[in-house]
């Protein structure tokens, strides 16, 4: 069986501060990824997808960055933190077939301060 | 196991029609929220319920808690319901637990 694991689970960070937010699943090899983030509630906007190691797209600048250093792992990071971050960041994988069907980790809570 | 299953996984209506898509629970859930994907791939949020019915326009949601499980009608399809689908509900500690989604077509 597939497993989607997040971490952190929440994080408090200052402005400025670097931030790194990581996902890896298990389970299931060449998955899409995707990184999700919601301001306030409502919409979770879709922020960066990948379809394989070394390859991601950004769908919306955020001034943040995403890496795909393996198959099974991504990462959303920033160098500095702007209090405009705040917000739940959500991993996801869809299989390489069909990118419909989505598959979420438990999401992370940003609060910068 | 999956705490939240999503069904069907895929649905074919014709406009002018309805049907329901339902989340089942393995355990208690506090809340549901139903999004739908939108062409940038964001997800829109439709509902968030604790409990009771919401109602949309065309769409409308229940949540029974006690019998763990989340609805999402549709009546009156249109051609631009179509997407995918997802229910999204929230455990005792407050996660998000996530349906894998239900891809709508709604045909002419």
């Known amino acids: 069986a597939q497993t989607i694991h997040q971490w952190p689970v929440a994080e408090i960070k200052a402005v400025g501060s670097p931030l790194s937010l990581g996902c890896t699943i298990k389970g299931k090899s060449s998955p899409n990824l995707y990184w999700y983030w919601q301001a306030t509630g409502g919409t979770l906007q879709q922020l960066f997808y990948?379809?394989?190691?070394?390859?991601v797209e950004s769908v919306v600048q955020l001034n943040l960055s995403a890496s795909r250093p393996k198959d099974d792992q991504f990462i959303l990071s920033t160098e500095k933190l702007l209090l405009s971050h705040s917000g739940f960041y959500l991993c996801a994988w869809s299989p390489q077939v069909s990118n419909e069907r989505l598959f979420f980790g438990h999401g992370t809570k940003l609060s910068v301060l | 196991g999956d705490q939240v299953e999503q069904s069907p996984s895929a649905l074919s209506l014709h406009e002018g029609t309805g049907s329901a898509l339902r989340c089942n629970f393995t355990?208690?859930?506090?809340?549901v929220q139903w999004f739908r994907k939108n062409s940038r791939g964001s997800l829109i949020n439709l509902f968030y319920?604790?409990?009771?019915?919401k109602e949309n326009g065309r769409l409308k949601s229940a949540f029974d808690s006690k019998e763990r499980y989340s609805t999402l009608h549709i009546r009156d399809a249109q051609l631009e319901d179509s997407g995918t689908y997802f229910c999204?509900?929230?455990?005792?500690?407050?996660?998000?637990?996530w349906g894998s989604g239900t891809k709508l077509i709604i045909k002419p």
């Open positions: 355990t208690t859930m506090r809340a």
């Open positions: 990948s379809i394989t190691v070394g390859q």
């Open positions: 319920l604790a409990s009771g019915t």
């Open positions: 999204a509900a929230e455990d005792s500690n407050y996660q998000l637990i």
